[in-house]
């Protein structure tokens, strides 16, 4: 399995849960995606996160979700 994009350090943003090697919060994304905003705006406003760590973190949580169902 592949490295986690996320990481809670309680010396970044808190704790709150953060794209790794950034300061940009995952709720972040979550506030965009339920305001109706696309990916590619929510990577225009924050440049220091990637488009695979998006996708890697949908996935992340995809698998969490899907794993609860078995």
Do not use: H, W
């Not at 994009?5 to 709150?16: L, N, R, T």
């Not at 790794?20 to 924050?46: A, C, H, K, M, W």
């Not at 440049?47 to 609860?68: G, H, M, N, W, Y």
């Amino acid at each position: 399995m592949s490295q986690s994009v996320v990481k809670i350090d309680p010396e970044i943003m808190s704790g709150a849960p953060c794209f790794v090697g950034t300061r940009v919060p995952i709720q972040n994304l979550i506030d965009y995606l339920e305001g109706g905003d696309s990916i590619d705006e929510f990577l225009e406003d924050f440049p220091s996160v990637t488009r695979e760590q998006v996708i890697s973190f949908l996935e992340e949580a995809k698998d969490s979700v899907l794993a609860r169902a078995v």
